[in-house]
């Protein structure tokens, strides 16, 4: 992996950046959109790269690991070949279901005990098990085994939990550095910050995770429903420190907005099911604002989905058909909701991208950032 800085507002610590990888570049800021089980839900491949102009999407190691299972993934060459998505993936090292699976698991100083959601039987992830399921998925980025800790959270078990991903952080890199690709291009370790959100330990952690000195580096635990504010506080701390040559991936977040706000602050990948999720229920973002395709207000509203958006989707079918097809449950309507928002998000980091390298960007933001939390 390559990663090459190009340009930094004048006005705010936003960047512009390429990441070169064995899959293709990618043009930084940029949004991921995230394939848990080795699909981005509601989406053909074919339009996830030429209809809304994908640049990289995630996996999940936990769902993965789970269904279709490792020995099929290896058979078919890897993730990359079983879905026929040719461009970079990044893998979630299961981390997260160590906050999201709380009630299924228990966490030593060895790892994580699970019981699978599916069949319940007993799993055990450990920093060494996990870098070798990422490998053998075949990602291009997989993330060090962390614990995700939640919100709120006692600063001492915060600090416990902290020093535990970084000793598990050790542990993963003697792992990843002792073995090799299996499928001939290179793979790329992402450490994660963590920290809660308290300022020293978040001080403590980007300072340990710097001192790996991996290609990138990844944030982590800022998006399990800590107030907005206290996000980009502990964003700002940890980008302060993170070394400026390397790409910097906030998980899980979040809402145009906070998009916005954290690229400011100098994140470059974001990840989030938000606009997938979302439009399922009928919830679709817009330049303007954000719309519920199942108020009543639609209903009757022959113009087109969105009149200011860029994809084919926007200007294809109205606002009174999407609400029809949400409220029907057609299957359509959220195959069209989900290209549409995901649409909409590859489109706000790229124009934050091309108001980054125009010099522009802190008025653009400041506009953006009130439009896009409209309700309409």
Not at 62 to 81: C, M, N, Q, S, V
Not at 271 to 296: H, Q, S, W, Y
Request: charged share 25%; aromatic share 10%.
């Amino acid at each position: 992996m390559k990663f090459t800085l190009e340009t930094t507002d004048q006005n705010s610590k936003a960047r512009a950046g390429l990441i070169e990888t064995d899959h293709g570049t990618i043009e930084t800021p940029i949004f991921m959109p995230v394939g848990t089980a080795a699909s981005v839900k509601a989406v053909h491949q074919h339009e996830l790269k030429d209809d809304i102009k994908a640049q990289i999407i995630l996996g999940n190691t936990y769902h993965l690991f789970l269904r279709p299972g490792l020995d099929i993934l290896e058979t078919a060459g890897g993730l990359h070949k079983f879905n026929n998505w040719k461009g970079p993936i990044l893998t979630d090292s299961g981390g997260y279901q160590v906050y999201s699976l709380s009630q299924r698991r228990k966490i030593n100083e060895e790892g994580v005990k699970f019981s699978s959601h599916i069949d319940g039987r007993k799993l055990f992830f450990t920093p060494e098990n996990v870098m070798d399921t990422q490998r053998t998925i075949g990602a291009d980025f997989i993330m060090a085994f962390d614990e995700c800790t939640p919100y709120p959270c006692d600063y001492r078990y915060a600090k416990r939990s902290m020093h535990m991903t970084h000793r598990w952080l050790k542990r993963c890199c003697d792992r990843f550095d002792s073995t090799t690709p299996k499928y001939g291009y290179e793979q790329t370790l992402l450490p994660i910050v963590q920290g809660s959100t308290y300022k020293d330990l978040r001080k403590e952690s980007a300072e340990t995770i710097a001192s790996f000195e991996r290609p990138a580096n990844a944030i982590g635990g800022l998006s399990v429903g800590e107030p907005a504010e206290e996000m980009y506080e502990m964003t700002n701390i940890v980008c302060e420190i993170l070394p400026e040559d390397k790409p910097r991936y906030l998980m899980g977040v979040g809402t145009p907005a906070n998009i916005l706000e954290n690229i400011a602050l100098g994140i470059d990948m974001f990840d989030c099911v938000m606009p997938t999720r979302n439009a399922r229920n009928g919830m679709l973002f817009t330049k303007n604002g954000i719309m519920n395709m199942r108020n009543e207000k639609w209903k009757n509203d022959h113009s087109a989905l969105d009149e200011y958006g860029d994809s084919y989707v926007d200007h294809t079918y109205s606002k009174a058909y999407v609400r029809h097809l949400i409220t029907s449950r057609e299957i359509l309507g959220s195959q069209i909701a989900t290209l549409h928002n995901l649409a909409f998000y590859l489109w706000l980091v790229k124009e934050a991208r091309k108001q980054i390298i125009a010099g522009t960007f802190a008025d653009w933001k400041t506009d953006m950032v009130e439009r896009v939390q409209r309700r309409l």
